[in-house]
């Protein structure tokens, strides 16, 4: 006699739960919206210069309203390299050390989206 007092509790929550979900789906209510189209646009920064045997940074920053998805930069000469490609709060951050003799530029680049 216990289990039927158990069993008949569950039995019509389960039941309710159905009938609320098959209510739901006959509303549209867990129909996904329009997919809305997103706009994407890169940006490079300012030319950085790193002067000879010096490390330097590049930073660029997405326009207000748009948000980071992506980025990197770019190294003049062999001798720059990029050590750090990072996203920030809005925009791209990159660093590179400068092994060489002569001064070379560093130019962040950050893609935003209209999130």
């Given at each position: 006699?216990?289990?039927?007092?158990i069993a008949l509790p569950v039995a019509i929550a389960v039941l309710?739960?159905?009938?609320?979900?098959?209510?739901?789906?006959?509303?549209?209510?867990?129909?996904?919206?329009?997919?809305?189209?997103?706009?994407?646009?890169?940006?490079?920064?300012?030319?950085v210069t790193v002067p000879a045997k010096q490390w330097g940074k590049?930073?660029?920053?997405?326009?207000?309203?748009?948000?980071?998805?992506?980025?990197?930069?770019?190294?003049?000469?062999?001798?720059?390299?990029?050590?750090?490609?990072?996203?920030?709060?809005?925009?791209?951050?990159?660093?590179?050390?400068?092994?060489?003799?002569?001064?070379?530029?560093?130019t962040a680049l950050v893609d935003c989206s209209d999130l």
């Amino acid at each position: 006699m216990n289990r039927s007092r158990i069993a008949l509790p569950v039995a019509i929550a389960v039941l309710a739960a159905g009938v609320g979900v098959a209510a739901a789906r006959e509303t549209g209510a867990d129909q996904p919206s329009e997919p809305r189209s997103l706009h994407f646009v890169a940006h490079f920064g300012q030319a950085v210069t790193v002067p000879a045997k010096q490390w330097g940074k590049a930073l660029v920053t997405c326009p207000s309203g748009w948000a980071p998805t992506g980025g990197g930069g770019e190294a003049t000469g062999t001798d720059l390299f990029i050590t750090i490609s990072r996203s920030t709060v809005d925009g791209w951050y990159i660093g590179g050390m400068n092994t060489g003799s002569q001064d070379r530029t560093l130019t962040a680049l950050v893609d935003c989206s209209d999130l």
